[in-house]
């Protein structure tokens, strides 16, 4: 037993690693993509193509001044930005990233890649992210100033609003595979029709991917929803008042969550690690391509379409994407009684 | 040796929520009291009932909860208030709840020690496989409790308008 | 394994909890908070029973408490909202007007 205790510890070492440096690398592909998209070239100066950029500004946070304002909950202050990183990197844990190997025969057993293998795992991914709430809130709340109320207010109000939506797509998706396992959902995926078009389930659910995708965007406080964080009208909103490393937090905590919605969306509707030529131990190559490309679709979006209003942003997720996402549902639901897929 | 853990900290977090002065503490210590009881849930074989606790109370009540404390600004008592309003000031009243509370524990105890069977291990009788499938949850639920489940959804409509309706403004006749 | 008899006395100790709660507490909301305590407390002892008997149907009696829960927080809450735009005060004993 021993040496697959230390093959899984090795392998929660290695996804908390991978988290941390995809916050770096998002920032530098941000900045580049977005650089390019605006027709300039963005970091180039600070290694080679700037490659070194995200150490800069990992060094530059780590070295500015801690402020905390008078009157803010000494307590509140900094437990807010904990509460949001710690959800976001515990919504990791039971997310598969790779088929069950044996490491090239160093194991006894094929030890899966994932933290955790739980029967439950899509609930887990919707329960400790939709905890992210609160290290928003708590951040606004204890700041005691009034962008920041506000914008935490507006950020928790629409982040609880599009859960709604982000449940019902994972609903359709579920009533497809028949489980609650991430795994198994995966496995669902294997193989292809007609040999060319991979069972994927974005061809069998489309809208729900969409859904997911849009709501995925709203949970995360991104792109053309981002106006809790909008800094043309806001500051900063929830994080108008916090520096260094406890600013850190909050970025490094965006970041993820991004990074797992993406790796979510992979393993539900992407086909997770099956992939043409590639032998499925080396799955994980294929999910890294999956989720790059998501989070390239994250970042194209942010930079190209325009912040939408408000009123707009809880419009659109009350009267159209929840009432889309249960019709499809219930859609989804009558195909399986009639088809007895 | 975890459902100790666990029960400890329930246990103390539910005690301090009652103690607290400021009611957005006693909300987060409110949500940690959950957390330990949704741990004690996957002890007891029941993950889709853990993963349940987590999204709808500690993630859908308590986010209520800090709503509504937040929007009445009430946390910010004045020491004077706090201490004039403290239990402990009201001799009467703290004798009083901790007489109830102790015959409570009391009768609670009397009761369940004569319950059948309460010494064995809480999964020595039946398989941890009936119990844990989330199928024959859904299927129970919809075949047995189908009544129950569809009088529920009515209960949350009715919920929903009539927190709606409480909680507006009244309107100035302009 | 745990002895049931340990997962009943924590559900009274924390019903006990919720119960002196509801009594010596002198803000409307820290109340609302204790009445979840107690509902807790009584969730956990049908998930004990239900393990215990080997059925599924201490579960979904926790599925249904849970849903009138959420439904009862709004409800008290909303309340809460209103008497304090009437009163400024979340203190129960400034409610006196029902007194004889």
Redesign the interface.
Known sequence: MIPITIAQLAIIGFAFFMLLNSAAIMVYVERKVCAFLQQRVGPTLTGPAGLLQPLADIVKLIFKEELRPKAADAFLFTLAPCIAAVAAFAAFATVPFGAETTFFGLLDQPVGLHVSDVNVAVLVVFAVSSMGVYGIVLAGWASNSKYSLLGALRSSAQMISYELSYGMALASVILVAGSLSLRDIVDGQAGAWFGFLPRWYVFIQPLAFLIYMIAGIAETNRAPFDFPEAEQELVAGYHTEYSSMRFAMFFMAEYINMVTVSAVATDLFLGGWHGPLIPVQFGWVWFLLKVGFLLFVYVWIRWTLPRIRYDQLMQFGWKWLLPAAVLNVIATAAGILYFGA | MV?YLF?AI??VS??L??G?RN??Y???L??A??GA?SG??V???????A???????????M??????????N?PREDAAEWDR?H?VRHPN??R???V???L??VQ??WA??R?L????????????T??SS?R??GR??FTD?LF?FEA?SI??L???V??????R?EVDQR | MTPLSHYLILSATLFAIGTAGVFMRRNLITILLSIEIMLNAVNLTFVAFGRYLGTVNGQIIVTFVMTVAAAEAAVGLAIVVALYRHRESLNPDAFTALKW
């Open positions: 459902f029960a329930a246990v539910s005690a929520v009652i607290q009611p957005i006693s909300v987060l409110l949500i009291s959950f009881i004690l849930y002890q007891l074989d029941a993950p889709f009932l993963v349940i606790q987590i999204i709808v109370y500690a993630g859908a009540i986010v209520l909860f800090l709503y509504v404390v937040m929007l009445l009430a309003l239990p009243a703290a009083f709840g901790a109830l509370a102790t409570l524990v609670l105890g369940l020690s319950t069977g309460v010494r064995e291990a809480v999964g020595a009788r039946a398989d941890a009936v119990v989330v024959a949850l129970t639920l409790y129950a529920t209960l949350i009715v919920a929903m009539g927190a709606v309706f409480l909680a403004r």
